[in-house]
């Protein structure tokens, strides 16, 4: 009877520790063209350009590792702190193959959504409390809803433009701020869709959260 306990007690422990474990896991992370790394910590640096210059980690070994520079750096295509997730774009969408950016993901599916508000500046949420001249660090405070991000960014260094992007499933960007990029792209896409268009009753406007409410509620209708 005492081994029965003793196996359900090590059972119960083994599988806490492993939920305990894959939380943990996927905490930080960033994703290279390459692989997909997990840390216990992440910080990272950009120069005035957008383009990574710093990358500074601890793996789920304990090693910590330090890179810097365009030759050490990988080519970083997302990068997720806690619960925020900043992918590389494009800082101006009609020019896609110029400057990029790491601007956070709000609305993630078959539409994409980014914003970054402009000179938004807080604390940081890791233990990383400063960043280097020229470098800005991104990190966040969670309080995360289905379907949208609704967190507060941290942002050392250059304050950075207002982003409030679309990502369309070729790859294109819109900026959702713009009129004619509504009445011209993305509304007659959205109503391709029969079932958005029998379900969706609102305004197709600017504003943040009803736009990012609209397609979350396309995404979870369009596939």
């Known amino acids: 009877m005492k081994t029965k306990q003793l196996l359900m007690v090590s059972l119960i422990m083994l599988l806490c520790c492993g939920g305990y ?36 980690y601890v793996d789920l070994a304990g090693t910590k590792t330090v890179l810097k520079g365009k030759k050490d750096v990988p080519e970083v295509m997302t990068i997720h702190l806690d619960t925020v997730t900043f992918d590389k774009i494009p800082q101006k969408p009609d020019k896609p193959d110029s400057y990029i950016t790491y601007c956070r ?83 007659p896409y959205l109503l391709k869709c029969k079932e958005f268009e029998n379900t969706y009753k609102g305004d197709f406007g600017t504003k943040e959260t009803p736009f990012m409410e609209m397609i979350t509620l396309y995404n979870s209708l369009c596939k």
């Open 105 to 187: 993901r709000v609305v993630d599916g078959k539409l994409k959504v980014y914003l970054q508000q402009q000179g938004s500046r807080t604390t940081t949420h890791t233990e990383y409390s400063s960043a280097p001249l020229g470098y800005a660090r991104n990190s966040s405070v969670s309080s995360p809803a289905p379907g949208i991000v609704e967190n507060s960014v941290a942002r050392e260094g250059p304050s950075g433009s207002y982003r409030f992007f679309l990502k369309m499933p070729n790859g294109t960007y819109y900026r959702i701020n713009d009129k004619d990029n509504i009445k011209n792209f993305i509304k």
């Open 21 to 56: 474990a894959q939380s943990e896991k996927t905490k930080y992370y960033f994703v290279t063209t390459k692989d997909t790394v997990f840390c216990k910590s992440l910080s990272y640096g950009t120069n005035m350009q957008g383009y990574l210059n710093m990358l500074d």
